[in-house]
């Protein structure tokens, strides 16, 4: 089966931290670039972090300075670490890999990924 799930979502107080984690097995490797997206009701998906097959990353203005993506290429696993939430970071978070062959630093575009996990929700209160 080829699938992404992701973890780590749930809800925190303005200022907080949460890291998110999606399993993404092969998709890890150098053959994939990845990224992380968000999406709230009635809104076009968003770009938030990308990291690329050539390692490089990328991330929207908004989350520049406050949220980190990485990877672990031995555990399979690929995080955000997403610190000084604030209500505006409200939103279903998905994890997504794609390997087109002329994309190579990371992407916050969502139509160059064709593999995407169900999502997990980050909801950020007073």
């Known amino acids: 089966q080829v699938e992404l799930v992701e973890s780590g979502g749930g809800s925190v107080q303005a200022g907080g931290s949460l890291r998110l984690s999606c399993a993404a097995g092969?998709?890890?490797?150098?053959?994939?670039?990845m990224g992380w997206f968000r999406q709230t009701p009635g809104n076009e998906r968003e770009g938030v972090a990308g990291?690329?097959?050539?390692?490089?990353?990328i991330y929207a203005d908004s989350v520049k300075g406050r949220f980190t993506i990485s990877k672990d290429n031995a555990k399979e696993i690929l995080y955000l670490q997403m610190n000084s939430l604030t209500h505006e970071d409200t939103a279903m978070y998905y994890c997504?890999?794609?390997?087109?062959?002329?994309?190579?630093?990371?992407?916050?575009?969502?139509?160059?990924?064709?593999?995407w996990g169900q999502g997990t929700q980050v909801t950020v209160s007073s």
């Open positions: 092969r998709y890890t490797t150098s053959l994939f670039y």
């Open positions: 997504a890999a794609g390997r087109k062959y002329w994309v190579a630093a990371g992407s916050l575009e969502s139509s160059v990924y064709n593999v």
């Open positions: 990291i690329g097959r050539d390692g490089t990353v």
